[in-house]
């Protein structure tokens, strides 16, 4: 017996037009994986204008394309498009089986990942005392109040809502991987000390969680050669109970599997592939054997684990000010010198006006914004044919942040020559509220007895 498992989602914002193919081609869990760090802090501002979200509000467009699926028996759905408002989410997809008429759905619900309720317990008991991971700076020196706190879970309660009949199961902030290895935990019966399982499940979670990548969507090979892109599949795997896998994507559709891409999407994201760090236990994606199969199949077998951590990783997010952005074209002749010159006139403007500025941003697109200072056309005396002056800056206040980038208007022609005439001159629009990450460690055992599940009916 073998689980296939489908990966319908990589960011809140991706496509659900991918999951006809997944479930056409034949999966038993559908895993959509909706979160990153920068999704909390959007539905924290989301939140902050309602109450009542604070979930991926996508979440009902994947499930009307896949409800379908469940109802017959043939898939279950797994998702943290719960995000900081799982319960919510919960309701969601209870109204959205209503509307399709269908009941009888049991949706389970994940919670205990929320630590804002117990940031000042937590601080008082965790080993770290939530010190940031980053800079090793002491939360009581953090600042401004936190909007969010939530620790990363793993997949053992993601597997018990399994156990316990759900058929859709909604979760907070867990670790992407956790989605794809709690069906596997629960039609396996893996134990939480059996490391070799968990880490083979761990490396098929993360080569999966993010939808089109391991297909070759967004590859540095030879990208050109990518079948049919417009086609772009959402992988599958089908696993053994041993952990071994192989990797594949549905038939008759675009994209590719092979060696290279499965190893692109196996180094993303990855400080260290010996020792990948998840809730569940620390993979080494460095012992697993790949074998290309053919016919956009991939092998993966003999994935080593070690125990995991005794702490999860956790993220707070706070309040930082608000930003503003322009951007500014020029055409060649010595495109880079006038934006250069445009960004000095405009920055003297502001000082001028007696804005306070507490952080700016320069980027030269087509110069240095993506490569920084490794970018070789300027230093082998290449002039770049246009330039775009990207200026961002981070203010106390919203006000403050919106009047900084209206001292670039009079420059539209008091300044050195746009292309186009004055293509690309403007203020950026309103100011928009700027949140800052603040990751750090928790005890396991201090959120581990907060953990629970609650089943709902459709």
Request: aromatic share 6%.
């Amino acid at each position: 017996m073998s689980v296939r498992l489908g990966g319908g989602q990589g960011f809140y914002g991706d496509t659900p037009r991918a999951v006809e193919g997944l479930l056409a081609d034949g999966i038993d869990y559908l895993c959509l994986e909706a979160l990153a760090e920068l999704t909390l802090a959007i539905l924290a501002k989301d939140r902050a204008r309602d109450e009542t979200l604070g979930y991926t509000r996508d979440l009902p467009r994947y499930l009307t394309a896949a409800i379908p699926a469940v109802i017959d028996g043939s898939t279950k759905i797994i998702t943290n498009a719960g995000g900081i408002n799982p319960r919510a989410a919960a309701h969601a997809a209870i109204e959205t089986a209503k509307r399709m008429g269908v009941s009888g759905l049991k949706i389970a619900t994940v919670l205990g990942d929320d630590l804002m309720p117990r940031l000042n317990e937590l601080q008082a008991a965790t080993s770290s005392r939530l010190s940031n991971m980053d800079t090793g700076a002491s939360y009581a020196d953090a600042g401004t109040d936190p909007l969010i706190a939530a620790a990363y879970l793993g997949a053992f309660p993601i597997a018990d809502a399994l156990s316990q009949g759900a058929d859709i199961v909604i979760t907070g902030r867990v670790a992407d991987a956790a989605l794809f290895l709690g069906p596997l935990i629960h039609e396996y019966g893996w134990a939480k000390d059996d490391w070799n399982q968990l880490a083979a499940g761990v490396l098929v979670g993360h080569l999966l969680e993010c939808s089109g990548q391991v297909a070759g969507g967004n590859f540095s090979g030879d990208w050109w050669t990518i079948p049919e892109p417009w086609k772009l599949p959402y992988p599958i795997a089908t696993v053994d109970s041993d952990g071994s896998a192989i990797i594949s994507k549905p038939s008759g559709s675009g994209g590719r599997v092979d060696l290279d891409t499965v190893r692109h999407q196996l180094l993303y994201e990855v400080h260290d592939p010996s020792a990948y760090l998840s809730p569940d236990v620390v993979a080494d994606f460095g012992s697993a054997i790949f074998e290309d199969l053919g016919d956009n199949r991939v092998a993966v077998r003999d994935v080593r684990g070690k125990p995991a951590t005794g702490t999860y990783k956790a993220l707070i997010a706070q309040h930082a000010g608000w930003s503003g952005e322009t951007r500014v074209a020029f055409a060649w002749p010595d495109a880079v010198e006038k934006s250069r010159a445009t960004a000095a006139i405009f920055t003297r403007r502001v000082e001028m006006a007696g804005l306070q500025v507490r952080e700016w941003c320069f980027e030269e697109w087509g110069v240095n914004a993506l490569g920084g200072p490794t970018v070789p056309q300027l230093a082998s005396g290449i002039e770049p044919p246009e330039c775009v002056l990207r200026v961002a800056w981070r203010c106390d206040d919203e006000r403050t942040a919106s009047a900084v980038g209206r001292e670039l208007i009079p420059l539209a022609l008091s300044a050195p020559p746009a292309g186009l005439a004055g293509m690309g001159r403007a203020t950026g629009g309103g100011a928009t509220e700027l949140i800052s990450l603040w990751p750090t460690l928790v005890d396991k055992h201090l959120v581990d007895s907060e953990v629970r599940i609650i089943m709902e009916t459709s």
